[in-house]
């Protein structure tokens, strides 16, 4: 049976070999034995009405919109949108919707940086647990909505994309897992 296999592709290899050596017998050596056998096609000589080719220009570096770090990570905070995005180098990386400061606790704007982290941080003040906080200001924490002990209900999911806070910033559940893991001790932040 092997020997039989064998016999049928020696015959086949032979039947396409010989098509091939037919082929080639009958062109001459100035057309090649199929225009698919070139990479690309065949170079050609420049004649003076060819027009000059134009020089490719390096595209506009991309930058954050924060003036004073135009340039590597950020968190922006819009209060007027109730909206937090990540940049990178003029890209943006998250966007999450969020809740800032309601009237009589107004968020305060600037320019801030991440100060320390903290997986789940305790509000002495208002007595509820701040899963995946980032302190970026004394007090104020940018932080997963709060729960008050023993309670799987979270403080303000109703309200996200309205201004709802004592202060801080509110994020979803598991965005702020997400912007915790992300950002680093010393990020820039800028609420505005």
Known sequence: ???LFRSIIVAAALAALSV???AFQGRSEAQPAHPATYASPPPTK???QDPPRPRLQPAPARLNPDPLHATGDLLEVSIAHQRLRVWRDGRVVYRFVISTGRPGY???TGHYRIL???SNAWSRKWSVWMPWAMRWH???FLHQLPHKPGSTVNIGATKLGTP???GCVRVNVG?????FRWTSVGTPVWVH
């Open 116 to 118: 320390n982290k903290i």
């Open 164 to 166: 709802d806070s004592h």
């Open 138 to 140: 004394n007090g104020y």
């Open 20 to 22: 091939t050596v037919a």
């Open 106 to 108: 107004e968020t305060p």
């Open 46 to 48: 420049a004649t003076p």
């Open 175 to 179: 965005d702020a897992e997400t912007l």
């Open 1 to 3: 049976m092997r020997t």
